[in-house]
């Protein structure tokens, strides 16, 4: 079946600029996870979706970034007036809750501001 | 929150030789501990995984243990071969909150 998918791949912007990043999970599953990952570095989490909960936002790490899962699938993460250290490639996972937590990752947006 | 710290931060291994990489971590509450590989330009990948209320678990060339009670646990690569080569990361949860280490670069020399 299909997998998790991101769009765009790549993204260029100019500091300042507002971006949106998209994930499409894999049907049924119900947690989605947002990641960042810089250059060399580890996976640092974001925020996090289970079903119709409430997101745990905690990894958000300034009120630039928010995110929405519309209908419990497809998800958005916004990051407006973008700076350079917001360069990075944003990973998207996604898992079916009750199954062994394994986390199925999309292949990510990489995202360069200029 | 759970802190995970994670070594070597670099490895290399010749072809043959085996492979260990450590975590731990700090909060006792977790209780499953995924290993992702993540390969140049590509998306992570489960490769195994282990929950606390087990010590050891092996699939084929690769097996990771836990040590509950001093809080860490290690990935095992046996037999390493060119396409073991990667960035290998350790997790530990519990609910689902996921926290990572900073990944281990695996070099393979043929």
């Known amino acids: 079946g299909a997998g998790v998918s991101q769009s765009p791949s790549n993204k260029v912007t100019e500091k300042g600029k507002d971006v949106e990043l998209r994930c499409d999970p894999i049907?049924?599953?119900?947690?989605l996870y947002w990641y960042r990952q810089s250059l060399g570095q580890g996976l640092e989490f974001l925020i996090y979706?289970?079903?119709?909960?409430?997101?745990?936002k905690s990894g958000l790490p300034s009120d630039r970034f928010s995110a929405e899962r519309t209908g419990g699938s497809v998800s958005t993460l916004t990051i407006q007036r973008t700076q350079q250290e917001d360069s990075a490639v944003y990973l998207c996972?996604?898992?079916?809750?009750?199954?062994?937590?394994?986390?199925?990752f999309g292949p990510g947006t990489r995202l360069t501001v200029t | 929150g759970e802190n995970v710290e994670q070594h070597p931060s670099t490895l290399s291994v010749q072809e043959g030789d085996s492979a260990v990489i450590k975590c731990t971590y700090s909060?006792?509450?977790?209780?499953?501990f995924p290993w992702y590989k993540q390969e140049l330009g590509k998306r992570p990948q489960l490769i195994i995984d282990?929950?606390?209320?087990?010590g050891e678990k092996k699939d084929q060339r690769i097996a990771v243990t836990l040590n509950k009670t001093a809080k860490h646990f290690s990935l095992h690569i046996t037999e390493t071969q060119p396409e073991d080569s990667a960035v290998y990361f350790c997790?530990?949860?519990?609910?689902?909150?996921?926290?990572f280490g900073t990944g281990t670069s695996l070099t393979v020399i043929p």
């Open positions: 996972a996604s898992s079916s809750k009750g199954q062994r937590y394994e986390q199925y």
């Open positions: 049907s049924g599953h119900t947690a």
């Open positions: 979706f289970q079903g119709n909960s409430a997101p745990d």
């Open positions: 909060d006792s509450a977790s209780n499953y």
């Open positions: 282990i929950r606390s209320n087990v």
């Open positions: 997790a530990a949860t519990y609910g689902n909150q996921f926290y």
